[in-house]
């Protein structure tokens, strides 16, 4: 299905992970996020995974909601994001928060988001 990254912007917490051939950190990172699927909804997170593997990556992986695997079988989008490997997570206020060629640690981020005031508030909504 098309995904559109405008249509998540201000909705959703953001992660682009843009792969290229084996890359077995992101790889390991992509796999152990899988088991934390239920944590990155909480916090309204998307996972967007670009690379030029789609069968691989979403065979593979296995990927549920809200993981999501993009092809760039041109190779537009990782030349726009300066390449891969890259990570970048993007706040609902549309600001890059990481930048990095490689993934941060789960807890690392779950951490960064809930100190994010947006987050607060939506803590504090839900009880």
Same mark, same amino acid.
């Given at each position: 299905?098309? +995904?559109? !990254?405008a249509s998540l912007?201000?909705?959703?917490?953001?992660? *682009? %992970?843009? $792969?290229?051939? +084996? =890359?077995t950190n992101m790889r390991h990172w992509l796999a152990v996020g899988r088991q934390k699927a239920d944590e990155f909804l909480e916090r309204e997170i998307k +996972? *967007?995974?670009?690379?030029?593997? *789609?069968n691989e990556i979403s065979e593979s992986q296995n990927l549920p909601e809200p993981f999501s695997a993009l092809v760039d079988? =041109?190779?537009? %989008?990782?030349? #726009? #994001?300066?390449?891969? /490997?890259?990570? !970048?997570? %993007?706040?609902k206020d549309t600001e #890059?928060?990481?930048s990095s060629r490689r993934p941060r640690g789960l807890e690392d981020i779950f951490r $960064? +988001? =809930?100190?994010? /005031?947006?987050r607060k508030e939506e803590m504090r909504r839900r009880g």
């Open positions: 299905k098309e +995904v559109r !990254y912007l201000r909705r959703h917490r953001i992660i *682009l %992970v843009a $792969l290229s051939g +084996v =890359d +996972v *967007l995974i670009i690379s030029d593997e *789609l079988s =041109d190779g537009k %989008v990782q030349d #726009i #994001i300066g390449g891969a /490997p890259a990570f !970048y997570l %993007v706040g #890059i928060k990481i $960064l +988001v =809930d100190s994010m /005031p947006m």
